[in-house]
């Protein structure tokens, strides 16, 4: 099993961070390859017309292999809604056909289907879990197989639900998608890069994820797997780097009407950021050298503790294959209040978040048994 690898980080020793669901800390090695590209951008008489080309191409081959595509029909860009509006806009809609989400997705998910909708006139439905059912997960992924009909245009839903960790099984979403023609879009933020995810295997039409959670990327970069159903698209923007002949600079005005290949088209204007490509870079490649099978199983292991404390403590706790190690709802004690707790946090240097009123834990390969055993004490000295 892989070991801990804070020393990659800078993270203060006096923090104990389980918020990496909110947004990952830079590696070290990230940080030096935007310095280096910043410096080498002093002189741009330095720069060739391949470099910006090759870092982009770089970071489609590294993600492409972590979710099983092509480097081909990955497209990088800005944020998961550009990448939800470049494939819905090439979805079309029949009559008396409906869209497909989950309750409270997140918002760019939500907003993005909702405007489909109200473009083609179509019904959004808004799956919710069975509120009192043993198992949440079990019965709401249930509840998402028996809506999807021969009537569903598109479903979008994210990997694991962003709040609380939850599970939504892909594959088998995906294989009744694909039986009853529709559309399936996956928001991978929450997942991508601590979870293994195989977009064939699944049948996912389309993978979106933010890269500054789980791909330890920087903010205002998204990467998406865009699959075949989209590769004659129309994508949002007109940028000339996505032409088949961008990279002949001294010819760029016999303009070429041809896209590159399968999703390149969908990529961003000025996809070739010299700054935020090389920390991209640097953090898929550590993703790779650690696996993501590795990052899984140490949280798994990491986590432990606490799930036996909370077990011990009559807390109940989703069942296993549903259940995302790297990322949990945290269940409390009833007679612990979670305002009063979460200031309490705060004071113990214990950061987490709350979402819908419940904490949210979130770890990764930089956490250490030390941060969790804070977190149990904090919990055990405020149920006296």
């Not at 990952?24 to 390859?33: H, M, N, R, T, V």
């Not at 550590?286 to 292991?301: A, F, K, T």
């Amino acid at each position: 099993m892989l070991e801990n690898q804070k020393h990659l980080f800078s993270l203060k020793e006096d923090i104990y961070y389980l918020n990496c669901a909110y947004k990952a800390p830079l590696l070290k090695s990230a940080e030096a390859a935007a310095i280096a590209d910043l410096v080498k951008q002093r002189n741009p008489a330095n720069l060739l017309p391949t470099d910006y080309f090759k870092e982009a191409e770089e970071v489609r081959e590294l993600f492409g292999r972590l979710v099983n595509s092509k480097p081909s029909e990955v497209a990088i860009i800005p944020s998961t809604s550009y990448g939800f509006s470049s494939v819905l806009n090439n979805i079309s809609c029949k009559e008396g056909q409906h869209a497909i989400t989950v309750e409270s997705e997140f918002p760019s998910d939500y907003f993005s289907i909702e405007r489909w909708c109200k473009t083609h006139q179509a019904e959004l439905k808004v799956i919710s879990p069975d509120a009192n059912s043993n198992s949440i997960a079990k019965t709401w992924n249930q509840n998402i197989l028996d809506s999807i009909s021969e009537q569903t245009a598109v479903v979008i839903i994210s990997s694991v639900h962003w709040m609380s960790g939850l599970k939504f099984d892909l594959a088998r979403i995906g294989e009744k998608c694909k039986t009853v023609g529709a559309k399936f879009i996956v928001d991978g933020t929450q997942s991508v890069g601590a979870i293994p995810i195989d977009v064939k295997a699944c049948k996912i039409d389309a993978l979106i994820c933010a890269s500054y959670k789980w791909l330890f990327g920087p903010y205002s970069v998204a990467l998406a797997f865009i699959g075949e159903a989209f590769h004659q698209g129309i994508p949002l923007e007109e940028t000339w780097m996505n032409r088949t002949n961008a990279q002949n600079f001294a010819q760029l005005t016999e303009y070429e009407s041809e896209y590159t290949p399968d999703a390149g088209r969908y990529n961003v204007g000025q996809v070739s950021n010299l700054t935020l490509m090389p920390m991209l870079i640097a953090s898929l490649q550590q993703i790779h050298e650690w696996s993501v099978e590795g990052i899984q199983l140490y949280c798994r292991e990491l986590v432990l503790p606490l799930l036996q404390y909370l077990k011990a403590i009559k807390v109940d706790l989703e069942e296993e294959t549903y259940f995302s190690h790297h990322l949990f709802s945290l269940p409390l004690p009833s007679q612990i209040d979670t305002t009063h707790f979460t200031n309490e946090l705060k004071r113990r240097n214990i950061i987490l978040s709350v979402r819908d009123g419940k904490l949210r834990v979130s770890v990764n390969i930089f956490n250490t048994p030390k941060d969790i055993q804070q977190l149990i004490r904090a919990i055990e000295q405020n149920r006296n």
